[in-house]
Each structure stands twice: as C-alpha cells, then as structure tokens.
C-alpha cells in the first residue's frame, strides 16, 4: 500500500501562480501524493495575475510536510517581513524530507535560514542576490544540494517537480507524469534566458521591470519592509 506523501505549498499575496500551480499539477500525480495548499487564514489569496486561490489549511492547521514547496513572485518582498510565513517555512521544514523552492521562493527558504552554505538558484534577474541569505550562487534550471531542491524562475518548477518525484518514486514514474502531461516544450523563441534572449531584449526587460524588482528583494533581505504593490498587469 502506498504511504501517503504530505506536500505542503504556502501561499502568500501576489505570489506567481505558475511557480504553485506549474509543480503542483505534477506532484499531484506522484504516487501516495497528498496536496495541502496553506496560508495565514483560508481567505482567498490574490495571486499576480487577477485571481485567487483558496487555501485549504492555515498555517496553524497544516499538518507536516513531506515536501516542502515554496514558490515566488513579487510578493516575497512583503511575506519576507509579515511575521508569519518565515516561522511557517521554519517550522515545517524542520521535520520536511525536502526543502523546496521555485523562483524567488528561494529568498523565503533564504530568510528561514536554509540556505546558509548551500548551492541554490533562483530567478535570473535575482541571482546576484542569493549570497544575502547565505546561499552559493549556482547556474542550473535545477540545483540540489542534499534535501534541498531550488529551482530557476516560473516554469522552471515543472522541471524540478520532475527531477523530485524520480528522487522520490523512480524515473520512470517521472517519465510516465512528464508523457500524460505532455510536457514537451519547443518554445517558438529563443528568449527563455539572458544568455538565450538578445540584448535589447533583456535590457529593455530590466529596465522595466527586473532593476527595481531586485532592489526591492535587497531591501527587504536587507530588514526594510518593502511596501505591498502590484505590479501593473502586463509587467514580466
């Protein structure tokens, strides 16, 4: 009889549905896989692209995790700051059999003191920042370091919850997951990645967007509380 695997995904205002929902569709189908989506109360959470998502447990009620997945978005500078989630992490990562992060997440598990001395990856446009949260900066869609599994940004998650579940069942349980899905990308452009994307593009892109993005990040790793905002939709 299959054990059942408790994997816990906190949720916090204006993160990036897809670095929750990306990996999520894909542990559900792990073997055992028992979902448990928390937050500070069950109100609805705001995500950055119009909707909500209902959590169904708080962090109270949570029960412990297996896998522990943390994912990013715009909202880590204020979860970073709000008194709840950090202890959550903590807390719940402490018992974890895996320690996980999408995106900017990795700064969330950074703030819970999980990344001291470990090799990690996060958003490209936040790289340079790990080392504020103790972490070693390491290129990789991808990187583990014992328990703990940091994935790039957004759609990156799929690949890691892919590279876990053949950790945890088999690869060929991964390979099955990754084939039902369809999960075969073949972008119609080559601009997924800084070293990939041309020029104009990723400074048009930082400029806008990811320049004042990190500040932000630095500022609040730095103990300043950054000022709850939404990025105008549209914004990347």
Known sequence: MTQPIHIVFPLFPNLTQ?????????????????????????????????????????????P??????????????????????????AAQAAKARWITSVCTGAFLLGGAGLLGGKRATTHWAYTHLLPLVGAIETAGRVVEDGNIITAGGVTSGIDFALTLIAREAREDVAKAIQLSLEYNPAPPFASGHPTTADPATLTALKTRVYDAAAARMAAALGGQVAKPSRPPMGFY
């Open 18 to 62: 897809l670095d929750f929902t990306g990996p999520l569709q894909f542990l559900s189908r792990l073997p055992g896989a028992v979902i448990h989506v928390a937050a500070t109360t069950l109100d609805p959470v705001a995500t950055d692209c119009g909707f909500t998502i209902v959590p169904t447990a708080t962090f109270n009620t949570c």
């Open 64 to 89: 412990q995790a297996d896998i522990l997945c943390v994912p990013g978005g715009h909202g880590v500078t204020v979860a970073l700051c709000d008194g709840a989630t950090i202890p959550f992490i």
